[in-house]
């Protein structure tokens, strides 16, 4: 239980209040033993130290970490004190990230067979001197893959459900799939939630 409580995801702040990482538990507890950040109590937006956290008193379904002494809170949020630079403005362009931009979805038929059934697409096709980047690549189902070979979707009959595009911004934060704390989303834009890229 020890193990899995450090392993669990802890939303990372600068000290401008900008999202800019998740890591383990284990490594905010550094960062505050440090003193180099501080937990954030996501109801009240309180600030603590590692004494102040530990002083709090812990509700019986809450998850906690077990110390020599005691046992505290499993942080969800931490801000850092001096770290100020914000995300990086971009999304890299990766294999992880093309599956969020689309939904895990083939962007010809809208079929969602799964990740093992899906794979990356040119619709400009490489031989014919097509780029690997955001405009160019999105994902197709295998029958759809098959169907359009070495064409254009417009030379094998197909259709773009969407234009593909490159996100906007994305602060660069990597969530362990399927795992956002009920505390984050006041921490972080809907648009971020909708879009969830980054590796």
């Known amino acids: 239980m020890v193990a899995t409580a450090l392993e669990h995801p802890t939303l990372v702040l600068n000290r401008n209040w900008t999202v800019i990482n998740v890591v383990p538990v284990r490594r905010a507890l550094v960062l505050v033993c440090r003193d180099a950040a501080r937990f954030i109590e996501p109801d009240t937006y309180q600030v603590h130290d590692m004494s102040s956290w530990a002083a709090q008193a812990l509700e019986a379904d809450e998850f906690r970490i077990h110390m020599v002494s005691q046992a505290i809170r499993v942080p969800e949020v931490i801000v850092l004190l001096k770290y100020d630079r914000p995300a990086r403005p971009y999304v890299p362009f990766t294999r992880r990230n093309l599956y969020r931009r689309d939904r895990v979805t083939c962007q010809y038929c809208g079929e969602r067979p799964g990740t093992e059934n899906l794979s990356i697409e040119h619709i400009i096709p490489r031989s014919m001197g097509g780029p690997t980047n955001w405009t160019n690549c999105v994902l197709a189902c295998l029958r759809?893959?098959?169907?359009?070979?070495?064409?254009?979707?417009?030379?094998?009959?197909?259709?773009?459900?969407?234009?593909?595009?490159?996100?906007?911004?994305?602060?660069?934060?990597s969530l362990p799939d399927g795992i956002?704390?009920?505390?984050?989303?006041?921490?972080?834009?809907?648009?971020?939630?909708?879009?969830?890229?980054?590796?």
């Not at 956002?180 to 590796?199: A, G, H, M």
């Open 144 to 173: 759809c893959n098959v169907r359009k070979g070495n064409r254009t979707p417009d030379q094998a009959g197909l259709r773009l459900l969407r234009k593909p595009t490159r996100p906007r911004w994305m602060p660069h934060v």
């Open 180 to 199: 956002v704390k009920k505390s984050w989303p006041q921490f972080v834009s809907d648009r971020y939630w909708e879009v969830e890229l980054t590796d």
